[in-house]
């Protein structure tokens, strides 16, 4: 059987045998989708407020197994004049249960993009799987020691004291996101830069925030030459096109996240643009349309 990877024979590291990574062109900005591996977990985590049988014949429709599902798991690069920007940094080591996650510091450095070149890094919010990979052993030690990293001031205020009255995740999952979030915190304190609605963090390159998934949660758009790309974060699962309405279990406040996902559909089905989220299939490169009372995905053509 073949495997996702193998090792190289000089070099005896393990080297990709699938595609891991998908470069887009918006403007005169450069983006790379990267792919951070996958998550193993629960489908009760994708629709905690859906009836169980409705749940059941989503899945059956989609071809997906009833009781577990692999979350993929996505991080992008953007270069935008001088600055190269990362958008998220996958888990890292943080949880032992996901182990077939944490791939984004090899594979960003297969792409040929040195953690040294990295200017500033945009978090979309502070979930393990989103900060983890910054907490990798020797990363930190390579990144520049002027990095700005980007974080909603809402976002890092939630983390001192955060409440998780209403997900629903598996049981030490709350934990260890406790944990990861203070040690990212406690980590980059002196290179965290805080915004509050909105920021530029090089031209064309805006993070926002939305709000939902968590209190601080931030949608990344990058604009240049008439073109746009969305990186939605977890704004978007994959049941979200069908279910716009179902709660997510990793949501902090389902009711505010699934009023984020209709109102960020409709504004991409309006102004054509590109989307790409961390939990969608790779390479996560498509656009939305309205489709009755939901949405339909329509991913782009692989170009290669």
């Known amino acids: ?147 700005r990293i980007h974080v909603n001031a809402t976002e890092v205020a939630f983390w001192t004291s955060p409440d998780f009255s209403q997900t629903v995740m598996p049981k030490p999952v709350p934990a260890v996101l406790r944990s990861t979030a203070t040690s990212f915190y406690e980590t980059y304190r002196d290179q965290i830069r805080v915004f509050e609605d909105r920021h530029e963090v090089a031209p064309g390159v805006i993070v926002r925030h939305t709000g939902g998934h968590t209190p601080g949660h931030c949608v990344v758009d990058l604009i240049s030459g008439g073109e746009r790309l969305t990186f939605a974060g977890d704004a978007v699962f994959p049941v979200a096109f069908d279910h716009p309405e179902w709660h997510n279990g990793f949501e902090h406040d389902p009711e505010e996240a699934a009023r984020v996902r209709f109102a960020l559909f409709n504004e991409l089905a309006e102004n054509k643009g590109l989307l790409v989220a961390a939990h969608l299939p790779f390479p996560s490169v498509g656009r939305v349309a309205v489709e009755g009372n939901a949405f339909r995905w329509v991913p782009v053509i692989w170009d290669f």
């Open 1 to 147: 059987m073949f495997s996702a990877d193998t090792l190289d024979p000089i070099t005896h590291q393990a080297i990709d045998l699938v595609p891991s990574r998908y470069a887009v062109q918006i403007g005169d900005i450069d983006a790379l989708v990267v792919s951070d591996g996958v998550l193993p977990l629960p489908t009760s985590t994708m629709a905690t407020n859906a009836d169980p049988a409705d749940l059941a014949n989503w899945l059956d429709h989609m071809f997906m197994p009833p009781d577990a599902f692999d979350w993929p798991l996505n991080v992008m690069v953007a270069r935008s004049g001088d600055q190269t920007i990362l958008i998220d940094a996958g888990l890292g080591g943080q949880f032992s249960g996901f182990p077939r996650a944490g791939q984004f510091p090899q594979r960003l450095q297969s792409a040929g993009i040195p953690l040294e070149s990295v200017t500033d890094v945009i978090i979309t919010h502070m979930h393990m799987d989103h900060v983890g990979g910054l907490l990798v052993p020797g990363v930190k030690e390579r990144l520049r020691k002027d990095v």
